[in-house]
């Protein structure tokens, strides 16, 4: 059998919960994603369960698409993952075909300017960005600024735990804070009237 090339070698991702749960997905080998493994996002999706019903969700950097889907298989009826890097995007796109997600809707393009192009605010927000590209900041900046939060909305945040918590705005209240190998991953409540 001829040996894969490292480009097209696909890793698996579970879906732990809801209507797709235990369905299996795969994600290409591409430079700076990593999906959050199956502890984390039931911790996770654990903290979230009470507002996920009905909820706008934005997966910022979606990667495998495992915090995405995972909201939509456990009832946001709206979820909208962005993807820069082009082989990711395409292994998402045949993703959502395959489970036809109808709820969600997937965009190719950077984060940034995803955002600048919005109007409409989101309850939910997944930020977990390649380490490298040191973007928590920025994008917490334009969430706020161009206030696409709803008041009470909740933020994940995932970053690297030897480094310390990146600078968020004042109306970012941290909420839930946990630490997993070399991985540090936080909720944040947004509160509308705080200033920056």
């Given at each position: 059998?001829a040996?894969?090339?490292?480009a097209?070698?696909?890793?698996?991702?579970?879906?732990?919960?809801?209507?797709?749960r235990?369905r299996?997905?795969?994600?290409?080998?591409?430079?700076?994603?990593?999906?959050?493994?199956?502890?984390?996002r039931?911790?996770?999706?654990?903290?979230l369960?009470?507002?996920?019903?009905?909820s706008?969700?934005?997966?910022l950097?979606?990667g495998?698409?495992?915090?995405?889907l995972?909201?939509a298989s456990?009832?946001?009826s709206?979820?909208?993952l962005v993807?820069?890097?082009?082989?990711a995007?395409?292994?998402?796109?045949?993703?959502l075909?395959?489970?036809?997600a109808n709820?969600?809707?997937?965009i190719?393009?950077q984060?940034?300017?995803?955002?600048a192009?919005q109007a409409?605010?989101?309850?939910?927000?997944?930020?977990d960005?390649p380490y490298q590209?040191?973007?928590?900041t920025?994008?917490?900046?334009?969430?706020t600024?161009?206030r696409?939060?709803r008041?009470?909305a909740?933020i994940?945040?995932e970053?690297?735990?030897r480094?310390?918590l990146?600078?968020?705005?004042?109306s970012w209240?941290?909420f839930?804070?946990?630490?997993?190998g070399?991985?540090?991953?936080?909720?944040f409540?947004f509160e509308?009237g705080?200033?920056?």
């Amino acid at each position: 059998m001829a040996r894969q090339n490292k480009a097209n070698r696909v890793g698996n991702l579970r879906i732990i919960g809801g209507i797709w749960r235990g369905r299996k997905l795969g994600f290409p080998d591409v430079e700076g994603l990593r999906p959050t493994g199956d502890r984390v996002r039931e911790t996770v999706f654990n903290w979230l369960q009470p507002v996920l019903g009905g909820s706008r969700c934005l997966d910022l950097f979606a990667g495998s698409g495992a915090l995405g889907l995972e909201a939509a298989s456990r009832g946001a009826s709206d979820v909208i993952l962005v993807e820069a890097d082009r082989q990711a995007w395409q292994q998402l796109k045949t993703n959502l075909t395959t489970l036809q997600a109808n709820q969600c809707q997937l965009i190719h393009g950077q984060a940034e300017q995803f955002l600048a192009a919005q109007a409409q605010p989101f309850d939910l927000v997944f930020i977990d960005p390649p380490y490298q590209l040191n973007l928590w900041t920025d994008i917490a900046d334009l969430l706020t600024k161009k206030r696409l939060l709803r008041d009470g909305a909740r933020i994940y945040l995932e970053y690297p735990s030897r480094q310390d918590l990146p600078q968020l705005p004042e109306s970012w209240h941290l909420f839930k804070e946990k630490q997993a190998g070399d991985v540090k991953y936080c909720l944040f409540t947004f509160e509308v009237g705080v200033s920056k």
